[in-house]
């Protein structure tokens, strides 16, 4: 009870910056706070928008207004607009810029006189995001913040959230230790940001030199993304330019209380404010719609593999005692891993069975208004079992159509067309989650 006084009193005095204010964890932080400490000094919420009207119009639009703070509601009534009114600022930014590109100098002088808490949430996780594009949220973007939080005269502690994923996996474990910078996954020569950010630009020049159309340019930096991230060992490009983001605020950081927050794959809410909030459909969350509306006959995995989710209300949870426990503590390279596969861990093979009688007692309502029956998804253990599995029921019969388009003048362009697509979407998606699938760590 004397730990949660604590906390509850850390809140009420606290002026907290939260960054990228309308995504899926912030929203569930925002309405944590208001929620449990009404008497929370200040939220300053940093989102996209061309002003502070229009910012509040995104705030409105996009957080309030999502079932998430039915429960915040029926607790004011009619009070609420006076709460958020008096405890909310929508500020118009972006992370991308100098000074968070807040425009308005008084706000500015503001903001830096009264935040203590800076919580840097605003990413972008697309695993296969365009290269320029994540660099620029996901890394050269939280120096942007960290340089904003040093002219924060009260700053108590700074709170970035990362992904447990940046991390390679070591004997099993996937270990809490930060990066040095230019630090690599696969112990490949030394790293270099800055000459990163030269590649992309120096690319995206050449390219629109060549007169690239604007899908090739796309489509172009995805590949680079992905080209980059695997050259130092990681993965994807998402989790490599998280890892080159917590390089920099590690090597920058001077004497700024730094609190690096690690989850796993984060679902929809275990308690808080009710069971089972989630936005759109997350990670995880896309194979078992997947799989309700019979799309999903087979699966590539490990059955015996530990799937390591983990609630959204646990991790804001964690990220608020982590804020109160290391106020005012510099010098300290604090990370916390917020995952499942310890504690409480899930198997792969549950995840089938949960899906199973769920879908079966709750069936999907097609289009046409008839209920999708599921099916025992078959497993492929391997690889290998993978590439015959698409080679025999798709990849040949592909190739049979092509021949039989060839031979009727282009008849079947339209379906193979559309096949062919299908298969390469199929196969990309193994590509970018393929290490996931087997991942034991």
Wanted: charged share 25%; proline share 4%.
């Amino acid at each position: 009870m004397d730990q949660l006084g604590s906390i509850l009193e850390f809140l009420e005095n606290s002026s907290i910056l939260v960054t990228g204010a309308t995504g899926f964890l912030a929203k569930i932080f925002i309405e944590k706070i208001l929620r449990v400490q009404p008497d929370v000094k200040k939220l300053y919420l940093l989102l996209r928008a061309a002003d502070d009207n229009s910012a509040m119009l995104r705030f409105n639009t996009e957080v309030i207004a999502k079932d998430l703070f039915r429960v915040l509601k029926e607790k004011h009534g009619g009070n609420l607009s006076c709460l958020l009114s008096e405890k909310v600022r929508a500020v118009a930014g972006d992370i991308t810029s100098e000074n968070l590109g807040v425009k308005d100098p008084d706000l500015l002088q503001e903001m830096w006189k009264q935040v203590d808490v800076v919580l840097h949430l605003a990413a972008t996780t697309k695993f296969d995001e365009r290269y320029d594009v994540a660099l620029a949220i996901n890394t050269l973007g939280a120096r942007h913040v960290l340089n904003f939080s040093k002219k924060c005269d009260k700053l108590k502690v700074f709170v970035h959230v990362s992904t447990a994923y940046v991390s390679g996996e070591k004997e099993g474990l996937i270990l809490e230790t930060p990066y040095k910078l230019g630090e690599t996954l696969n112990g490949t020569s030394e790293l270099d940001i800055d000459a990163e950010k030269k590649l992309v630009d120096e690319t995206l020049k050449q390219l629109s030199a060549k007169n690239y159309s604007e899908d090739s340019i796309k489509s172009a930096m995805k590949d680079l993304g992905i080209q980059r991230a695997r050259k130092y060992g990681w993965p994807n490009t998402y989790v490599f330019s998280k890892a080159m983001g917590e390089m920099l605020l590690g090597h920058l950081k001077q004497n700024i209380p730094l609190v690096i927050i690690r989850p796993t794959i984060v679902t929809s809410t275990f308690k808080d404010p009710f069971p089972g909030w989630v936005e759109g459909v997350r990670t995880i969350d896309s194979l078992a719609v997947g799989y309700g509306k019979g799309k999903i006959t087979c699966f590539l995995g490990n059955p015996q593999s530990i799937i390591d989710v983990i609630p959204a209300d646990m991790v804001v949870n964690a990220i608020i005692v982590a804020m109160v426990a290391h106020a005012n503590q510099p010098n300290e390279d604090i990370i916390y891993h917020i995952g499942s596969s310890v504690s409480s861990p899930v198997e792969f093979t549950w995840l089938q069975d949960y899906a199973f009688r769920y879908f079966t007692n709750h069936p999907y309502i097609d289009k046409h208004g008839k209920p999708v029956i599921v099916g025992k998804v078959t497993v492929l253990s391997t690889m290998e079992s993978f590439q015959r599995y698409m080679t025999i029921h798709y990849i040949l019969p592909l190739k049979g159509l092509e021949i039989l388009n060839t031979t009727c003048c282009q008849y079947f362009q339209r379906l193979y067309l559309d096949l062919s697509r299908k298969v390469k979407l199929v196969m990309r998606l193994i590509d970018l989650y393929g290490p996931y699938l087997f991942f034991n760590g």
